[in-house]
C-alpha cells in the first residue's frame, strides 16, 4: 500500500483534487492523507463540506490580503514537520498555485516523489498568468509524474524536455468533478428547484451574463477596464450581469469603486430592485455555480477552471485576459480572448450578443478537456509507477537548449 500526500490549499485544487481523493480512498492499494495549506479559508470549506473531504493536516495560513511570500512561508515550515513526522510515498500536487508549487518543492527537498496533476499548461508569458505560469513550470522541475489533461499540455512538457515516459495525457481531473455534479443535479429535482429559489431575483426576460474575475496581473486598471466595459454592457435593456465576487480585497475595493451604486449586493436577506441589472454576491458554492453556468446565456471570465468548464455546457465564454493556457476551448471556437480595454471590450461582447451566428457557433457544446475519467486513470498509472521501487525520487534535470518561444498572440481576436 502506497501513502499519497494531497497538499492543495485554494478554491480550484479543492475541486479537481477531490475525485481523485475520492476514488483513492476506495482503492486498497492507497492509503490517503490530506493537508489543507488553508490558503483559501471560506472559499475552501463549502467544497469538503460538499465532497466529504475531511483533511488529516491544517496549516491554516490565510491572512487577508496576504502577499505570495506569506503563502509560500507558510506552507513551507508547515508541510516540512508533516514531512519530518509521516511516512509518504508521495507528494500530490495539482496545477498551479503558491500551495501546490511550494507543496512541490519542499516534498523533493524531502526526496519525496512529486506527482502533478493537471501539468503542461504554459502561456509563454512568465508574468500573466502571475505567479502562476513559474509556479507550474517550477513544479514540473521537481515532479516525477506529470498528469497533462490534453495532448497540448503534453506538447508543452515535451517542449521543455521532460521525459516522455514521465507525462501521461489523462484529461482533467475538474471534468470529472464537473460531471459528478451535473448528474447530482439532473438526478435531485429538489435540489435544484432549491437552488433556483435562491436566483429567483434574476429576470428570465433577461440573458443573464455571469462574471467572474481575480487574476493578481489584472489588479488595478486591467480589470477596472473590463469592469467599466461591463458597467456599459449592464445599459442593455436585454442583459443582467451575476457577478460572484472574489474574496480578494483588491478584487471587491474595484468593483466597488467602478459599479458603485449601479449595482446591488445579493444576500438571503437583500431587498430586491427589479430594475437593478449588476447584482454583486459571495462567492457561490461549487454546485449552484454549475447550475448558474448552465443558466447563463454567456460567461464572461478570467478563472482557468471556469474556461473548462464552460465547453461542457455549450456555453460561450469570454477571457478576461491577455493570454490563455487553454487554447483548446479557443481552438474549439467557445471562447476568446476580450481586450482589457473598456470600448475594445464591448464591442466585442456587443458583437456576440447581437450576432445569432456568431452566438450558436460559440455555444456548441465541445468540451476539449476531459471525458470525466481522469482520476481513474490516474490511480491505475500511479499504481503502476510507484510500485517501480527503483523510481528515482529526484527527476532528471531537463536538458538545457534553446526553446522556441510559445505563441498565444495569434489567439486573440
Ligand atoms: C489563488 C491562486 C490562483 C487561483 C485562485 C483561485 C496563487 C498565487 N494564486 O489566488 O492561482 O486561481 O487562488 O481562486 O496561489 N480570501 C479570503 N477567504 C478565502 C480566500 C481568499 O478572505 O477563502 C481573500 C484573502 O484576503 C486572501 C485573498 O483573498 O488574502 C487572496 O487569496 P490568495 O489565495 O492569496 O490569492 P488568490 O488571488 O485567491
Ligand atoms: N467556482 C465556484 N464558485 C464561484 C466561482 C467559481 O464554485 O463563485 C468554481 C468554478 O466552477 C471552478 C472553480 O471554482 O470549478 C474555479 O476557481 P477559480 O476561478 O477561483 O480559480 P482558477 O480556476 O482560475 O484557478
Known amino acids: 500500500m502506497k501513502t499519497l500526500l ?57 491572512r487577508p490580503g496576504q502577499s505570495l511570500t506569506d503563502i509560500s512561508t507558510g506552507v513551507m515550515s508547515g508541510l516540512n514537520k508533516i514531512l519530518l513526522e509521516n511516512n509518504v510515498d508521495a507528494v500530490v500536487v495539482q496545477g498551479d498555485t503558491t500551495s ?22 504554459r502561456s509563454g508569458d512568465i508574468l500573466s498568468p502571475y505567479p502562476e505560469e513559474f509556479n507550474r513550470k517550477g513544479t514540473a522541475l521537481v515532479a ?12 508543452n512538457l515535451l517542449r521543455e524536455h521532460h521525459a516522455a515516459e514521465d507525462i501521461y495525457v489523462t484529461g482533467n481531473t475538474g471534468i470529472d468533478a464537473l460531471f459528478e455534479v451535473k448528474r447530482k443535479i439532473s438526478t435531485t429535482p429538489e435540489m435544484q428547484d432549491a437552488i433556483a429559489g435562491r436566483y429567483a431575483f434574476l429576470n428570465p426576460k433577461r440573458k443573464m451574463i455571469l462574471v467572474t474575475v481575480h487574476r493578481r496581473e489584472s489588479f488595478g486598471t486591467p480589470m477596472e477596464e473590463v469592469m467599466k466595459g461591463l458597467l456599459d454592457l449592464s445599459r442593455r435593456e436585454d442583459v443582467e450581469l451575476l457577478i460572484p465576487l472574489h474574496m480578494n480585497p483588491q478584487v471587491r475595493a474595484s468593483a466597488a469603486k467602478i459599479f458603485g451604486s449601479q449595482a446591488q449586493w445579493v ?9 437593478n441589472k449588476i447584482w454583486l454576491c459571495e462567492p457561490v458554492d461549487y454546485v449552484p455555480f454549475i447550475y448558474l453556468m448552465d443558466r447563463a446565456h454567456m460567461i464572461i471570465t478570467d478563472s482557468g477552471g471556469v474556461q473548462e468548464e464552460a465547453p461542457s455546457l455549450g456555453k460561450p465564454i469570454l477571457v478576461a485576459r491577455e493570454k490563455t493556457e487553454r487554447p483548446e476551448a479557443i481552438v474549439a471556437g467557445t471562447s476568446k480572448l476580450i481586450p482589457l480595454e473598456q470600448r475594445r471590450f464591448l464591442k466585442l461582447a456587443t458583437e456576440i450578443l447581437d450576432s445569432a451566428d456568431l452566438y450558436n457557433s460559440m455555444s456548441q457544446a465541445k468540451n476539449p478537456f476531459g471525458d470525466g475519467r481522469a482520476s481513474e486513470r490516474i490511480l491505475d498509472i500511479l499504481q503502476m509507477t510507484l510500485r517501480n521501487e527503483d523510481m528515482v525520487t529526484t527527476p532528471e534535470p531537463p536538458v538545457r537548449s534553446p526553446i522556441e518561444p510559445y505563441d498565444s498572440q495569434h489567439l486573440h481576436i
Not at 516525477?144 to 506538447?155: L, Q, S, Y
Not at 444576500?267 to 430594475?275: A, L, V
Open 6 to 62: 494531497f497538499v492543495f490549499g485554494t478554491r480550484p485544487e479543492a475541486i479537481k483534487t477531490a475525485p481523485v481523493i475520492l476514488k483513492a480512498q476506495q482503492d486498497p492499494r492507497y492509503k490517503v492523507l490530506v493537508c489543507s495549506t488553508g490558503q483559501h479559508r471560506e472559499m475552501i470549506r463549502p467544497l469538503f463540506d460538499f465532497f466529504g473531504i475531511k483533511p488529516d493536516f491544517d496549516l491554516d495560513l490565510m
Open 267 to 275: 444576500d438571503k436577506d437583500s431587498f430586491i430592485n427589479p430594475e
Open 100 to 121: 501546490g508549487f511550494i507543496g512541490s518543492l519542499v516534498a523533493f527537498y524531502h526526496k519525496i516523489a512529486v506527482v502533478h496533476i493537471e501539468a503542461g499548461l
Open 144 to 155: 516525477n509524474v506529470h498528469f497533462a489533461p490534453t495532448d497540448t499540455a503534453r506538447d
